[in-house]
Nanobody
């Protein structure tokens, strides 16, 4: 049974920081990432980390967000600095199973940035 459990969301003022974590169980994943969905908008990719440690970021978060992983714990983290009100969204952890290409999702964690 694959599970992705997120933690670390909350309410923060603009300019503040939050750290999200996602713990995966049931399977090892080489590619994991974070997506977000704001009210009335489509879910969008925020950041991704690949098996070799390579990372990629969406343009709106480059230079502010950092994705990292702890292979021993099968966990990824998203350090979010200089948060803006437009970062407000539900953030979802994603893990892609390389063999089938199937995507697993966490339950989502709310991030709210007040101005």
């Amino acid at each position: 049974q694959v599970q992705l459990v997120e933690s670390g969301g909350g309410l923060v003022q603009a300019g503040g920081s939050l750290r999200l974590s996602c713990a995966a169980s049931g399977r090892l994943f080489s590619t994991m990432g974070w997506y977000r969905q704001a009210p009335g908008k489509q879910r969008e990719l925020v950041a991704r980390i690949f098996g070799g440690g390579t990372t990629s970021y969406a343009d709106p978060v480059k230079g502010r967000f950092t994705i990292s992983r702890d292979n021993a714990k099968n966990t990824i983290n998203l350090q979010m600095n200089s948060l803006k009100p437009e970062d407000t969204a539900v953030y979802y952890c994603n893990a892609r199973y390389a063999v089938s290409g199937y995507d697993y999702w966490g339950q989502g964690t709310q991030v709210t940035v007040s101005s």
